[in-house]
């Protein structure tokens, strides 16, 4: 084997060979590194071998000599039947279809078995088992007669080989698996070393406790955990860091302005927003750049908030730019800042990438020489030739639907300017500053006063039922939204289907049904929407462009086409559509499959952060809702409610570090951090 330091090619690891490595490739795994930290999926008890005569129903382990092998080659399908003896009886192992077995087993070989025992044609046997020559001398088992691990493989891959080599490279990788983290730090907190964590979590104790092994919740385990969210969030403080020591803008609190512009609308702010715009103007105030998510529910009022920020650094001279990850919610956030700003005599324009060449040459000359106090418009913004002559502000809505590099691009535009991202993404206030742990955090944890519970329910069959219940809307001069599903792969026939459903409702209700895609032009996207919101037409046949931020209190039905191909955050936006006013709304979700479990997740809930926790339950770790642009690699262990205790003990542990103060012990973090993350951002691009 070539003695190279974890990175090396795994095809150099004892028994692995060019064709394992192609399988292990598949499953991303390319380096000793990877081979060692693809960590179990579970873990199976095989400590106890029991006795043949004991066997019984079920799964269990048995060890003992081979008294004779029967094969039955001319049956279908073929059978070899290996007759395991002990001292206290003989049992069948049974193999369908398995030739080969009476090759390479003889009598009198001794083997260890572990299976499930069936009972069939009046005798137990063994159907299947994984099993194992116990022949070499010495020779560790992997596979009986402990806890054994339990991986996810490809076609091709067994557990038993899996097993093999990683055991493989555990052994000869042992002395050269350093720990970055100083024992120091560790001990505290009881957290184990590397290298220990790292076999022991492969290959636990035997006499560990089963239910905490499967649990993740051995002290070993908890280590391979905890680092995945101790590196992260070394890494957000280094950028943290960074960030702060830059020079900001500090801007005034003028009061007299804020409080004219908050008194001309038709609502009084709820206390969580009232408590966030603190927060926001203190960062405003000091002279160190504003990094702050703002986060808030479905319809929380997370716009407002934004507007009334940009006022603040609009009366102090700067310019501020809003922007959103789709053309629409632009359009519709411009339409409210104008009608939000008029009386303070703001100037306020829109720029998205498809505008009139014209159209375009005249903003960005407007915004180089200052005349424009707020722009608002998709990532187009942000484009190389855009200039501002004092870029103040920046709010970037939706900031899920963005990458991590995205956001970073736009802070460095122009000096530093303050920044403010907003999300919907309900997660656990410690998941969201380890995710997006360069940015301080506010929340909105209230809904504004006065609004009615969502009714919602799965309905397949007969759509005349649907255009019963878009008719009842439209009496009560109500609107109604009628989605479709559109997904890349099958775009074409989503297309189609959305515009058939649409030419249906046309001939039902006329000229009051409008259509909105992503297909069509800017104009007539906006158009669209104008004549919604004017209600023009009042109902919109849609594909999901309308998923975030849309806005119209006058829409109280949401029909969902095929809503079980829809994701469980989509249906939660998409919901949050209606229920805007303070009318009663009705969300149906149409389907073929009124089974499926992500629907009635959204049946059973509204609260954005309970579904959140249904996502994560149904789709496991790794997956946290919206976080999939988030442009971090996926968690590999950490799960954010089995393991929700992880970052504040990480928080600790990096605080004893920063205690000893220790130049070497910072050095190797730092190259640790950079190796596991710096490489890995890209750019990322969502519209
Ligand atoms: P989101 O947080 O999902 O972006 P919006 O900012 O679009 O939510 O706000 C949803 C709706 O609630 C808007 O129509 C907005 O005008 C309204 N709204 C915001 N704050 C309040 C409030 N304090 N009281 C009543 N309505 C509010
Ligand atoms: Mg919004």
Redesign the pocket.
Known sequence: MQDDGLDIDIQYIKGIGPYNKKLLNKKGIHTAVDLLENFPRDYEDRRRILKISQVNLGTCTVAGRVFDINEFRHQRPTRVEVILEDDSGRIPLVFFNQNYIAKVISKGDPIVATGNAEFNYGRLFFNNPDWEKLDDAGKVNLNHGRIVPVYGLTEGLSQSKMRTFIYNALTHFKDKIEDPIPKEALEPFDLPEREIALIRTHFPKPEEDLRAVREYATQYQKRMVFEEIFYLQYFWKRRKQEIKSQHGISFALKSEGIESFLAALP????AS?KRVLEEIFADMKSDMPMNRLLQ?????????VAFTAAVNAVLNGYQAAVMAPTEVLAHQHYVKACSMLQHLDFRVEYLFGKQKKSDKERITEKLGNGEINVIVGTHALFQENVNFRRLGLVVI?EQHRFGVEQRMELMGKGNRPDTLV?S?TPIPRSVAMTIYGDMDYSV?DEM???RKEIFTEIASGDEEYLYSKIKETLERGESAYVVYPLIEETEKSDLKAAESGYEHLRKRFGDSTGLLHGRMKSAEKIEAMKKFFDKRTRILVSTTVIEV?I?S?DATLMIIVNAERFGLSQLHQLR?RIG?GDKLSHCILYTDNPKNERLHVIKRHTDGFKISIEDFRIRGPGEIMGTAQSGLPPFKLFDMFRDREMPELSEKVMGVIAKLEDRSTVDKLDSTVEERYGKKFRFKEVL
């Open positions: 609502f009084e702010l709820t927003q808030g529910d479905v319809g929380s009022g997370k716009t407002v809505d907003m919907a909105i504004p006063k006065g931020g806005d209190p949050g805007r």
